[in-house]
């Protein structure tokens, strides 16, 4: 628990939220600033910053709030949903408590997540990078 985080004080029940869904080690509750009806967040109760920081069962966990949550948007709301995690600052990340936003999506809502600005980058480079990546993995896991 960090004592200044603001999702730790949710968990706590010192800040109040709009919960949808916990489990032992997750809890579902909604963006206080959304980008669309129902944008969710889904968390991990333990104070954890990274996905890479992230214990593989309490991943799990987390992934089967974001697909409760997500089967509830689709029927519910008849909407699709990005699946956001903004990992760090550079990537947007303005609470340093891991968080997924769950974000639904209809046509023509004009939500601009997926409309960011795209590399140029040939072919070539694409798979020199998939190779390199795939290396890695088997090298980090030791697979
Ligand atoms: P980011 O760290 O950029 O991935 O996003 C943090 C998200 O948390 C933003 O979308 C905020 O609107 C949301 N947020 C901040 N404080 C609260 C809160 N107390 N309850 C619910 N959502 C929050
Ligand atoms: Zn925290």
Not at 13 to 32: M, Q, S
Not at 77 to 105: C, M, T, W
Request: aromatic content about 6%.
């Amino acid at each position: 628990m960090s004592s200044e985080c603001i999702f730790c004080k949710i968990v706590k029940k010192e800040v109040p939220c709009y919960k949808i869904y916990e489990t032992e080690k997750a809890i579902a509750f909604l963006d206080i600033n959304p980008v669309a009806k129902a944008h969710t967040l889904v968390i991990p109760k333990k104070h954890i910053e990274r996905i890479e920081l992230c214990d593989d069962e309490i991943l799990k966990e987390l992934m089967m709030v974001v697909k409760k949550v997500g089967t509830v948007i689709a029927k519910t709301y008849h909407s699709d949903f990005n699946l956001v995690l903004n990992n760090g600052e550079s990537a947007g990340q303005l609470i340093k408590h891991l968080h997924f936003h769950i974000i639904p999506r209809v046509k023509g809502d004009g939500i601009t997540i997926d409309k960011q600005r795209t590399l140029e980058i040939d072919k070539k480079e694409l798979e020199k990078i998939a190779k390199e990546m795939a290396e890695q993995i088997r090298r980090i896991f030791k697979e």
